[in-house]
T-cell receptor, first 114, second 113 residues
Framework: DVKVTQSSRYLVKRTGEKVFLECVQD?????MFWYRQDPGLGLRLIYF???????EKGDIPEGYSVSREKKERFSLILESASTNQTSMYLC?????????????FGPGTRLTVL | DQQVKQNSPSLSVQEGRISILNCDYT??????FLWYKKYPAEGPTFLIS?????DKNEDGRFTVFLNKSAKHLSLHIVPSQPGDSAVYFC????????????FGSGTQLTVLP
């Protein structure tokens, strides 16, 4: 059974803090993705990676950075958290080529920035 | 500009009846379409997909229809069950380096017993 785990289910941080969200997948998938989900806006892609040490900006990368030092781990970093980054953050993994491009999601991290 | 749109934020149907969720897209380069289902406090889970070369795909109670000329797809659930109550997202695959998906805003389906 494939699995994507995220380091925290709930997180409360203060404005200006540096925040790390960790994601680990056990599927040996090349691709990993970070999304945020907001009411009425659906899932918006922040960053993705198709290989170790490779990263590309998604649709809303401003205020975020990522790190992928190992194939199974993809970290999202908020350098200086702001209240407009309060959201549900979802990590996903998927195969690079072939198939349906199905992505497997973690349970999400509900981040609140005060 | 949203390339994938779900214009109905919510839908309520009676148990046993058909649920029809709709999705429109603007990018003719999308080549694969997927539907995901999401329960509260869980990540989305894959439900069903369709290639752009097909117009219908069926899996049990779930059928997805694709109308390429109208750039429209729909998900039919029949018969609807209370356990189907969830947020449904449609997604489209583009031609980017990771074949990343573009998601719609979601439709909250409520199946009433």
């Amino acid at each position: 059974d494939v699995k994507v785990t995220q380091s925290s289910r709930y997180l409360v941080k203060r404005t200006g803090e540096k925040v790390f969200l960790e994601c680990v997948q056990d599927m040996d998938h090349e691709n990993m993705f970070w999304y945020r989900q907001d009411p009425g806006l659906g899932l918006r892609l922040i960053y993705f990676s198709y290989d170790v040490k490779m990263k590309e900006k998604g649709d809303i990368p401003e205020g975020y950075s990522v790190s992928r030092e190992k194939k199974e781990r993809f970290s999202l970093i908020l350098e200086s958290a702001s209240t407009n980054q309060t959201s549900m953050y979802l990590c996903a993994g998927g195969r690079l080529a072939g198939g349906t491009s199905e992505q497997f999601f973690g349970p999400g991290t509900r981040l609140t920035v005060l | 500009d949203q390339q994938v749109k779900q214009n109905s934020p919510s839908l309520s149907v009676q148990e046993g009846r058909i649920s029809i969720l709709n999705c429109d897209y603007t990018n003719s380069m999308f080549d694969y379409f997927l539907w995901y289902k999401k329960y509260p406090a869980e990540g989305p889970t894959f439900l069903i997909s369709i290639s752009s070369i097909k117009d219908k795909n069926e899996d049990g109670r779930f059928t997805v229809f694709l109308n390429k000329s109208a750039k429209h797809l729909s998900l039919h659930i029949v018969p609807s069950q209370p356990g189907d109550s969830a947020v449904y997202f449609c997604a489209a695959r583009g031609s980017g380096s990771a074949r990343q998906l573009t998601f719609g805003s979601g439709t909250q389906l409520t199946v009433l017993p």
